[in-house]
């Protein structure tokens, strides 16, 4: 009952958030704000998981391929398996930790120590003031900190390939444009938006509903942490569900 109280609870925390803020002029000062903080605290981390994320891919297909002598196409494939599904899930996975956490201990923070009830009492609306330039930044720099960890995991396979299955760069890209098609470049940044929405709706929605003290701030982070994870992998399968259907759709056509 519980979750179902808090998919019920987010549906109208969103429609009120989105209410408030399409409704009322932009402040896009304050959203680039967000956008410049997120990215700051995020990158290095983002780029440090995608880099190694695809070290990681690297080392696995290398594994397999090596077996049939095929080790010419270990850049694609790694490449490829990394943009389409790997990548965006464990970075994502990163990001909730290191963006959702903060930005939940944040507002409930502002909740318990009742900041957000003195912005409404000066007559303004915190959905519309705090809320709907968060949601916006976060959107949209976790996608771009997303897309740029794909790229950094090119790099860390593309490294890794060389160290661990000692084949040179050119070997490693020669096949990366043949396998890696734009259905699949699209299918990863289609994820990348998908689990940037996740992230943004658990987290301002868990940090905005904040009750009990320091200790419900506490639970708030860990619910989270939980509720984003777990939101991530059933937005993977649903993104990669739609993406099957939408291919079989044109490929039928």
């Given at each position: 009952m519980r979750v179902i109280d808090d998919i019920g609870g987010g549906i109208l925390?969103?429609?009120?958030?989105f209410r408030a803020?399409?409704?009322?002029?932009?402040?896009?000062?304050?959203?680039?704000?967000?956008?410049?903080?997120?990215?700051?605290?995020?990158f290095s981390t983002t780029a440090l998981a995608g880099f190694f994320v695809g070290a990681i891919m690297t080392v696995q297909f290398t594994l397999q391929v090596k077996e049939f002598g095929a080790l010419g196409f270990l850049g694609?494939?790694?490449?490829?398996?990394?943009i389409r599904e790997v990548g965006p899930l464990l970075?994502?996975?990163?990001?909730?930790?290191?963006?959702?956490a903060f930005t939940s201990a944040e507002l409930g923070t502002m909740r318990v120590t009742e900041q957000i009830d003195a912005i409404r009492c000066l007559g303004a609306n915190p959905l519309r003031e705090i809320i709907f330039p968060r949601?916006?930044?976060?959107?949209?720099?976790s996608f771009f900190l997303l897309a740029v960890g794909l790229v950094m995991s090119v790099a860390?396979?593309?490294?890794?390939?060389?160290?661990?299955?000692?084949?040179?760069?050119?070997?490693?890209?020669r096949h990366i444009p043949t396998i890696v098609s734009l259905p699949s470049i699209l299918s990863g940044l289609v994820k990348c938006f998908a689990f940037a929405l996740v992230l943004a709706s658990i987290c301002t929605y868990k940090g905005y509903t904040t009750t009990g003290?320091?200790?419900?701030?506490g639970r708030s982070v860990v619910n989270t942490a939980v509720a984003t994870m777990v939101?991530?992998?059933?937005?993977?399968?649903?993104?990669?569900?739609?993406?099957?259907?939408?291919?079989?759709?044109?490929?039928?056509?």
């Open positions: 925390f969103l429609r009120d958030v803020g399409i409704g009322s002029s932009w402040r896009y000062d304050i959203i680039a704000e967000q956008i410049w903080k997120v990215t700051q605290q995020s694609g494939l790694a490449t490829s398996g990394t970075i994502a996975f990163m990001l909730s930790g290191k963006v959702g949601y916006i930044g976060i959107v949209v720099s860390g396979g593309l490294l890794m390939g060389m160290m661990f299955s000692g084949i040179n760069p050119e070997e490693y890209l003290g320091a200790k419900g701030v939101g991530i992998v059933m937005m993977d399968w649903l993104t990669s569900y739609l993406g099957e259907v939408a291919l079989e759709l044109m490929v039928g056509s």
